[in-house]
């Protein structure tokens, strides 16, 4: 996972503004309490982060991912 589509699903599931208040603030227990901020600026994988999100928060199953693009839009 790169880090421009975890921005996006914070985006796709907080909205742009609050998704970046729960990435500066909000302690996860699956980072060892660290805020996702402070674990991507601490090297930690992408996408080990973006599954601390969805654990803790308990986000839906089906908002783990970015929507498929219309056959159009992926060129």
């Known amino acids: 996972m790169r880090l421009s ?3 996006a699903l914070v985006e796709q599931e907080f909205g ?3 998704g ?6 909000q302690t ?3 980072l060892g309490g660290r805020t996702a901020d402070d674990a991507l600026g601490q090297g ?3 996408r080990t982060v973006w599954e601390a999100i969805c654990r803790d928060m308990d ?3 089906e908002h783990h991912h970015l929507p498929d693009l219309p056959a159009r839009e992926q060129r």
Not at 20 to 25: E, I, L
């Open 5 to 7: 589509e975890f921005w």
């Open 16 to 18: 742009a503004g609050y």
């Open 20 to 25: 970046a208040v729960v990435t500066r603030t």
């Open 28 to 30: 996860l227990g699956s």
């Open 44 to 46: 930690e994988q992408v």
């Open 59 to 61: 986000i839906a199953p």
